[in-house]
């Protein structure tokens, strides 16, 4: 399953909203029979950063963005794996 996009308005970050989406989430890919989540994120997403690994999100691999701008921006995105083979 691959998580395309999640956000919490800022006036709400900090009240476990992304925490609790993240975690429907892997519920519903495991219910789903999937093996494994996978996500990507700009280096700059700190925050956001922080919260994949807090859900157990392992760094999977990062790669320089595809483009012009990409390159001339060294715009590094990190692609996260929640591995789900094996869990209940």
Known sequence: ???KRMAVRK???GSGIATALG???LA???QSGCQAVVLNT???QHEARALYE???FCWHRRYVLPTI???LANCTITVY???LSGTP
């Open 28 to 30: 519903f890919a495991r």
């Open 1 to 3: 399953l691959t998580l």
């Open 11 to 13: 006036g709400y970050r």
């Open 42 to 44: 700009l280096m700059v």
């Open 54 to 56: 807090r859900l157990g």
């Open 81 to 83: 794996r929640y591995d």
């Open 23 to 25: 975690r429907t989430v």
């Open 69 to 71: 701008y990409g390159h």
